[in-house]
């Protein structure tokens, strides 16, 4: 936050009555791909963080500049922030939220930004999300709309899809903007419910370990939007409105109405990711944390060999940490790259982050980064 604040009155010293917001990345403890078809997710907020500092001006204009480029000040002109003119860098983020207030008809105007984020991009960890999520809270309150947490994280969702342009469901923004610390927030997309399910690995001797496996594709290039396509080609051949409308129960009837191999093995996916989504959310409430490491891991196993967004590093680091003594791992996120999660009890710890690390350095991988999270807040005033 320091950082933020200091970058701000650097950069913009004739400002007056600037206020500080921040907004977390997150781990998906599990449900992936399923947020956007109106499936359930159960992520959580992590301790990184983007910090936005911002004050309004005069000049009808957005002024943003960020830690990470401290001499580049982005600047556009309220009335021309228009996705059609959009560009692809971090900017757009910021941009794309002004412009989702505007075109919901709630009014904006000139503002000056100074952003510094502690959440690692193309980690996976929804590091896009924490900035529209921060910049969000903070346009909503400077300009009094003061909006609930959930509709920031509805505009959020919004700027992501209709300006930058990725086909993005709702859990990231949902997750960085409304997470309560020491709860996992179980999402039902379809219901359009959430609820906050307390989550406390380390009073079951359990630590939560994220793997950056440091192999960053990103989801715009094409893939994510295709899991998407298929996602509502398998619906529409089977005349529902979306995915959620197949119940375990009726799995077996729904492949036998798809031709498609591919088809198939997408639907198996959302519709068995549902499945352990509720499995794990009756164990957090019954069990605790140290039940639902096979769900994990199965559920890594349906993303490689059924919905195909894994790769080699994330593989590596799921095997290794299981080898190692992980009670269960998956890849969390859009896949591709980006983060593996860890269910770890602490005596095994430091058995595992080695052998991750001897796991990759023996492929010649370049080494991950391994951190300990626990379930932080979602995005406040600061
Ligand atoms: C990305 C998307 F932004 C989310 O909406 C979600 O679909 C996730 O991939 C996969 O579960 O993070």
Known sequence: ?????????????????????????????????????NGL?????????????????????????????????????????????AGSDWSAYVFGVLWAFADSGREVGGIDLAISSTVPVG????SSAALECAVGLAVSTVFGHDLSLDQIARLAQRAENDYVGMPCGLMDQMASATCE??????????????ENIPFDPE??????????????????????????????????????ESLRDITFDGLDAALARLDDALLRRRV????????????????????????????LTASHVSLRDDFEVSCLELDVAVDAALTAGALGARMTGGGFGGSVVALVPHSAKDRVSSQVLAAFAARSLTAPVIRTVTPAQGARRD
């Open 41 to 85: 997710v159960l992520p959580f907020a992590i301790d990184a963080r983007t910090h936005v500092v911002v004050a309004r001006n005069e000049l009808r204009t957005v002024r943003v500049v960020s830690a990470q480029r401290p001499d580049e000040i982005r600047t556009i002109a309220v009335d021309r922030i228009d996705p059609e003119t």
């Open 181 to 194: 610390q020491g709860n996992v927030l179980f999402f039902d997309v379809g219901a359009d419910t959430c």
């Open 268 to 295: 198996r996916h959302i519709v068995t990711e549902n499945r352990r989504v509720e499995r794990v959310v009756e164990q957090l409430r019954h069990a605790g944390a140290i039940a639902i490491g096979p769900d």
């Open 1 to 37: 936050m320091t950082e933020a604040i200091d970058l701000f009155h650097r950069t913009f010293p004739e400002a007056i009555g600037a206020q500080a917001f921040s907004a977390p990345g997150r781990v998906n403890l599990i449900g992936e791909h399923t947020d956007y078809n």
């Open 203 to 240: 009073s079951d001797g359990l630590s939560v370990l994220v793997i950056d496996t440091r192999a960053h594709h990103s989801l715009a290039d094409g893939e994510y939007a295709k899991r998407r396509a298929s996602c509502e080609q398998a619906a529409a051949t089977l005349g529902i």
């Open 123 to 126: 980690a996976g960890l929804s």
